[in-house]
């Protein structure tokens, strides 16, 4: 008898998320039987509804904001990802309990591997903004071999405390860190001489948004790449086109790591080409 799947999405909000439109056209194009449903789910119901899920017969489910870091302690077992990220966006069902993944890293690089075919390897990079997709990133670009790693936060606390982080899991690090005061003209100077910037800050999910950075903190030669993908060319990575730099926008990102974690819950590879084009359809009208 054909498998059957259900996977689902916990959140809160969650009716804005594009996963189950790009999961289903992945689903068609391989011809499996299968859903994808949205939760939104409070932070206190989570443990519940982890449970409801299991014994309802889920396969998977993916998890975002705000229950990546609650959900680690709740988890039967965590992947090395997960540990080493300190969160979880991927949870597989397994007879003993969930185990707990986390594939935003590995979306990451794997669009940067396919879109420009780059890695962070002996790069100078630039993170900006030390949120939870900055911590996440420059954590793996860290490990990938990045030869300087600089951090830059609004609040420098965040990016001291990312880059503590990154010191403990990572000690053989430690020479390449540097975190930025919270200066512009830092960030400009620092951002010219970066190899790769990533911009992980909320900055241009609104189209009337304000750069990050303005073209004069880019350069030609250099890769930026924004994990905003709202729009096809975001305010950030309009300047940096402006200065002869190359952009990505954040699109690639979000199908690889949905594509990873369905491999996690079927041992299946996804059809990315099928729910990228999904997702640029619903997003960019194309």
Same mark, same amino acid.
């Given at each position: 008898?054909?498998?059957? *799947?259900?996977?689902?999405?916990?959140?809160?909000?969650?009716?804005?998320?594009?996963?189950?439109?790009?999961?289903?056209?992945?689903?068609?194009?391989?011809?499996?039987?299968?859903?994808?449903?949205?939760?939104?789910?409070?932070?206190?119901?989570?443990?519940?509804?982890?449970?409801?899920?299991? +014994?309802?017969?889920?396969?998977?489910?993916?998890?975002?904001?705000?229950?990546?870091?609650?959900?680690?302690?709740?988890?039967?077992?965590? =992947?090395?990802?997960?540990?080493?990220?300190?969160?979880?966006?991927?949870?597989?069902?397994?007879?003993?309990?969930?185990?707990?993944?986390?594939?935003?890293?590995?979306?990451?690089?794997?669009?940067?591997?396919?879109?420009?075919?780059?890695?962070?390897?002996?790069? +100078?990079?630039?993170?900006?903004?030390?949120?939870?997709?900055? +911590?996440?990133?420059?954590?793996?670009?860290?490990?990938?071999?990045?030869?300087?790693?600089?951090?830059?936060?609004?609040?420098?606390?965040?990016?001291?405390?990312?880059?503590? =982080?990154?010191?403990?899991?990572?000690?053989?690090?430690?020479?390449?860190?540097?975190?930025?005061?919270?200066?512009?003209?830092? !960030?400009?100077?620092?951002?010219?001489? #970066?190899?790769?910037?990533?911009?992980?800050?909320?900055?241009?999910?609104?189209? #009337?948004?304000?750069?990050?950075?303005?073209?004069?903190?880019?350069?030609?030669?250099?890769?930026? *790449?924004?994990?905003? *993908?709202?729009?096809?060319?975001?305010?950030?990575?309009?300047?940096?086109?402006?200065?002869?730099?190359?952009?990505?926008?954040?699109?690639?990102?979000?199908?690889?790591?949905?594509?990873?974690?369905?491999?996690? !819950?079927?041992?299946?590879?996804?059809?990315?080409?099928?729910?990228?084009?999904?997702?640029?359809?619903?997003?960019?009208?194309?």
């Amino acid at each position: 008898m054909t498998k059957s *799947y259900r996977f689902g999405l916990f959140g809160h909000p969650v009716k804005h998320s594009l996963s189950p439109v790009m999961h289903a056209a992945s689903f068609r194009a391989l011809g499996l039987e299968a859903e994808y449903l949205c939760f939104d789910v409070p932070p206190a119901d989570l443990a519940e509804q982890l449970d409801a899920r299991r +014994r309802e017969g889920f396969d998977g489910l993916n998890l975002t904001i705000p229950h990546k870091e609650a959900a680690v302690s709740l988890m039967e077992r965590l =992947d090395e990802s997960a540990r080493l990220f300190g969160a979880v966006n991927t949870v597989r069902f397994e007879p003993r309990g969930p185990v707990g993944f986390n594939t935003d890293a590995a979306g990451f690089l794997a669009d940067l591997a396919q879109s420009r075919g780059v890695t962070p390897a002996g790069r +100078r990079v630039l993170i900006l903004g030390c949120g939870g997709a900055g +911590r996440a990133l420059a954590i793996a670009c860290a490990r990938e071999g990045a030869t300087e790693l600089l951090l830059a936060n609004r609040t420098v606390s965040k990016a001291e405390r990312v880059a503590g =982080d990154i010191r403990r899991l990572l000690p053989e690090t430690t020479d390449l860190l540097r975190v930025l005061p919270n200066e512009l003209a830092v !960030w400009t100077r620092h951002c010219r001489e #970066a190899d790769l910037v990533v911009q992980c800050t909320s900055a241009g999910l609104h189209a #009337a948004d304000a750069p990050l950075l303005t073209a004069a903190a880019f350069r030609p030669g250099q890769l930026v *790449y924004d994990i905003v *993908y709202t729009s096809r060319v975001t305010p950030t990575m309009r300047s940096a086109l402006e200065a002869g730099a190359d952009a990505l926008n954040g699109a690639g990102m979000l199908v690889h790591q949905g594509a990873a974690a369905f491999t996690i !819950w079927t041992g299946l590879a996804a059809d990315t080409s099928a729910m990228r084009a999904a997702l640029e359809a619903r997003i960019y009208g194309v």
